[in-house]
């Protein structure tokens, strides 16, 4: 079975110009979230969806950051103008959210870097 | 302060080894806990949970003091394939969200 799936696995691009990172969770999980990682701040949840609406954005840094979820199948991370402090390493996970807490699974991330 | 805090490391150990972590969380209310394994440039994956009477999967236990607010790893002899960063994570009941401890670093040397 596909796991969570994110691309593109590498991004280098340039200072002003817009990012969009995606995600495909693995099907049938019901909740999805976006992270962020640097070694200076460690990971963080940046948003998170529950069947594709968004519950907590409290962790997206600034207007520059936007994130979609459409449909069950597929999300989007924006940035945009993007600034080379947005550097890191970005996670996708999704879970099947039941009662309580379950085992969310991380996609192999998207490396990002801004001159 | 931080939600989650760990000693960041590294932890230098030889083979054979017994190595323990400690973290700690802010938040009283947390009722969830759990440790991540992170290899180096790959994905966070869930290692076990921690249960409030302590748990063991094979030469792993995981333990929460509740009173004192925190979490603890241990792992017991030590191989060179548990080299790799081990992330305390707490969430709120009937939450998703969860905090992520910086993680500690550790290294299991032949």
């Known amino acids: 079975d596909a796991g969570v799936i994110q691309s593109p696995r590498h991004e280098v691009t340039e200072m002003g110009q817009e990012v969009t990172l995606r995600c495909k969770p693995i099907?049938?999980?019901?909740?999805l979230f976006w992270y962020r990682q640097t070694m200076m701040r460690g990971l963080e949840l940046l948003i998170y969806?529950?069947?594709?609406?968004?519950?907590?954005d409290s962790g997206m840094p600034e207007d520059r950051f936007s994130a979609k979820m459409p449909n069950a199948s597929f999300s989007t991370l924006k940035i945009q103008p993007s600034e080379p402090r947005d550097s890191a390493v970005y996670f996708c996970?999704?879970?099947?959210?039941?009662?309580?807490?379950?085992?969310?699974?991380f996609g192999p991330g998207t490396r990002l870097t801004v001159l | 302060r931080k939600e989650v805090e760990q000693d960041p490391g590294p932890f230098n150990v030889p083979e054979g080894a017994t190595v323990a972590f400690n973290c700690t969380y802010s938040?009283?209310?947390?009722?969830?806990f759990f440790w991540y394994r992170q290899d180096c440039r790959k994905e966070p994956k869930l290692l076990m949970s921690?249960?409030?009477s302590g748990n063991e999967d094979g030469r792993f236990t995981a333990q929460l003091n509740r009173a004192s607010q925190y979490i603890s790893l241990l792992i017991r002899d030590s191989k060179l394939s548990d080299s790799a960063t081990y992330l305390c994570?707490?969430?709120?009941?009937?939450?998703?969200?969860?905090?992520f401890g910086a993680g500690t670093r550790l290294t299991v040397k032949p």
């Open positions: 099907s049938g999980h019901n909740s």
């Open positions: 938040n009283s209310a947390s009722q969830s």
């Open positions: 969806f529950n069947n594709n609406v968004p519950i907590d």
């Open positions: 994570v707490v969430i709120l009941y009937n939450n998703n969200d969860m905090r």
């Open positions: 921690v249960y409030s």
């Open positions: 996970a999704s879970s099947l959210r039941d009662r309580g807490y379950n085992e969310q699974f």
